[in-house]
């Protein structure tokens, strides 16, 4: 792959188009700890966020072919975002396809590594109080998703509105719905990543 120092994303992810396995390994490096931070917080259970971020990686890797460049991060959190909402639908763990299960085939894409940050490390990354990821597992998942999207990882409305297959008008119902419930529990009055904006101000 050369000695090229920290390649970004857009070469890294050339290069796993390419058959590089180690190109990919280092994106699943760079990303992991975001893609379960927000695995984390739309599940609220470390074992439901690792499957969501493990299947996450899987999915990308089955896609990669797909991507057709842009921001590779925004990408991956779409698809864990989507990721997690099929992991609440489950009603028992999955037994079919794992990492542990294809890291023992020749054709084994990566995986991830056992020292993935758990909720206090994801707690100090991202500066949110207690009381504010508790609030956030009592929200239906339709407006939690939403909230953390938006507030705590800066997606567009509209970026929103594919993921969740919903109109940006249902998006804006949503979060507002959420943070009102946010400000009457916690007497909160910004979003959750502390900076005041209006609805509008995420795009039509």
């Known amino acids: 792959m050369g000695a090229a120092l920290d390649p970004p994303d857009e ?6 188009k390419d058959g590089s ?24 259970q470390r074992e439901a966020a690792e499957d969501a971020s493990q299947e996450a990686f899987l999915s990308a890797y089955r ?6 460049g842009g921001n590779f991060k925004g990408w991956l959190l779409r698809i864990a975002a989507n990721e997690s909402r099929d992991e609440l639908r489950r009603s028992r763990r999955r ?5 542990d299960e294809l890291s023992d085939r020749p054709d084994a894409p990566f995986e991830i590594a056992d020292e993935a940050p758990g909720a206090p490390a994801l707690a100090e990354r991202v500066e949110m109080n207690a009381s504010v990821e ?23 409305y509209d970026e929103v509105a594919r ?3 919903t109109s940006i008008g249902t998006i804006k119902s949503r979060i507002h719905r959420g943070r009102e419930r946010l400000r009457q529990a916690l007497g909160d009055p910004q979003e959750l990543s502390g900076r005041p904006r209006s609805l509008d101000e995420r795009g039509s």
């Open 95 to 99: 037994p079919a396809t794992s990492l």
């Open 63 to 68: 896609a990669l072919d797909r991507f057709q």
């Open 134 to 156: 508790a609030f956030l597992l009592r929200l239906p998942f339709e407006q939690r998703q939403v909230l953390v999207l938006v507030d705590i990882f800066d997606f567009q």
């Open 11 to 16: 070469q890294l992810v050339l290069y796993a």
């Open 163 to 165: 993921i969740t297959k």
């Open 21 to 44: 396995l180690d190109a990919f390994n280092r994106l699943v490096d760079r990303h992991q700890g975001a893609v379960y931070g927000l695995c984390y917080r739309l599940l609220g």
